[in-house]
């Protein structure tokens, strides 16, 4: 894993079709010039004079072309199978977005680059494709290493950092999935990132309940007291500050903001919603427990808004930023790594 902070930051095209060609022109504009792009240079420069950007763009040919100091949003070029379509995805155009995915995760194993930030996807249009997977971070998953608990989806913004437990499966099987081992996994592997990513030696977690009121002592539930509140016991023997179970609709609030480092949710919305309040724009999505740095923009592929210049870059320059923190803190410690 990469800690050299001199080592540029990669930035995945993802679907050609939506915005991520736009944010990344606008994010180099807005002085964020830590990385290099996959795309197609010729591509970048129509668009960026397109969008009324007056910027250069450079073709690179690898990684070792990239030079911080050059004036120029540099490409690592490559060619799209056919022509994209600004807000018309094409299946044909989906093996260079997996490759770029691929690609990218091997060049932040091997110290190529710092880290990977990928741009968003079109999960319908790569299933089509054969893409067998819901998401980026269980496909990354499934081609690195993986630390036990993981991978897992950090949400994070200036004010709050999240991880749910379970993440897309139906609310109604929620309760069902969750049993202490796996939220002991995944505060473990919390408490972990955030000393080894995050320059917090002692994390402090705050873990929500599964029910309203944390299960008012089992009257609106059990799984609180059957399940998340043994986790805890557990994670607080191993030396883990956590505490709770909390419940989730007095644990967002300013002042409770201010005594965790990190909520541990039961579910997707639990603690998706409140951070998305809080910060939608500047959100950004980590991959914890691989053996190399991933971030992402918390949003999509914004098919209805590509190419009429209105989307905005600051996920993705959040995403950047984030990657390139998380590679200058990065303290080694392959202890939980498994294959």
Not at 274 to 285: A, Q
């Given at each position: 894993m990469a800690s050299i902070t001199r080592t540029p930051i990669l930035v995945t095209p993802g679907d050609p079709a939506g915005i991520g060609a736009e944010i990344a022109l606008r994010a180099y504009m807005a002085g964020c010039h830590d990385f290099f792009l996959i795309e197609n240079a010729t591509r970048m420069t129509a668009l960026a004079h397109d969008l009324n950007l007056n910027m250069q763009v450079q073709k690179i040919s690898r990684p070792a072309d990239f030079h911080q100091e050059n004036k120029a949003l540099q490409v690592l070029d490559i060619d799209w199978?056919?022509?994209?379509?600004?807000?018309?995805?094409?299946?044909?155009?989906?093996?260079?977005?997996?490759?770029?995915?691929?690609?990218?995760?091997?060049?932040?194993?091997?110290?190529?680059?710092?880290a990977v930030v990928t741009n968003p996807i079109a999960k319908a249009t790569l299933y089509d494709a054969g893409f067998a997977y819901p998401g980026h971070t269980e496909f990354l998953g499934s081609i690195a290493p993986v630390r036990a608990g993981g991978p897992a989806m950090m949400l994070a913004c200036d004010m709050l950092r999240v991880v749910p437990v379970t993440v897309h499966i139906p609310l109604s099987a929620v309760a069902s999935s969750l049993t202490p081992e796996l939220i002991i996994d995944k505060g473990r592997l919390v408490a972990n990132a955030l000393r080894t990513h995050f320059a917090i030696p002692s994390p402090r977690l705050a873990v929500c309940g599964l029910n309203p009121h944390a299960g008012e002592q089992g009257r609106m539930g059990t799984e609180d007291e059957a399940i998340i509140a043994p986790a805890i016991s557990q994670l607080r023997a191993d030396g883990i500050d956590a505490l709770g179970p909390y419940p989730a609709d007095t644990l967002f609030h300013e002042d409770a903001?201010?005594?965790?480092?990190?909520?541990?949710?039961?579910?997707?919305?639990?603690?998706?919603?409140?951070?998305?309040?809080?910060?939608?724009?500047?959100?950004?999505?980590?991959?914890?427990?691989?053996?190399?740095?991933?971030?992402?923009?918390?949003?999509?592929?914004?098919f209805d808004i590509a190419g009429k210049g209105v989307a905005r870059p600051d996920s993705l320059i959040a995403a950047i930023r984030a990657a390139k923190s998380m590679a200058r803190n990065y303290t080694p410690d392959d202890s939980g790594i498994k294959q």
């Open positions: 199978p056919t022509t994209p379509v600004l807000g018309a995805p094409d299946v044909a155009n989906a093996r260079p977005v997996i490759d770029a995915i691929e690609t990218g995760a091997k060049w932040a194993q091997d110290g190529t680059v710092a903001r201010k005594t965790y480092d990190l909520v541990l949710g039961m579910y997707h919305d639990q603690v998706l919603i409140p951070l998305k309040t809080l910060d939608f724009f500047g959100g950004v999505n980590i991959t914890l427990g691989l053996d190399f740095i991933r971030t992402s923009p918390d949003h999509g592929t914004g």
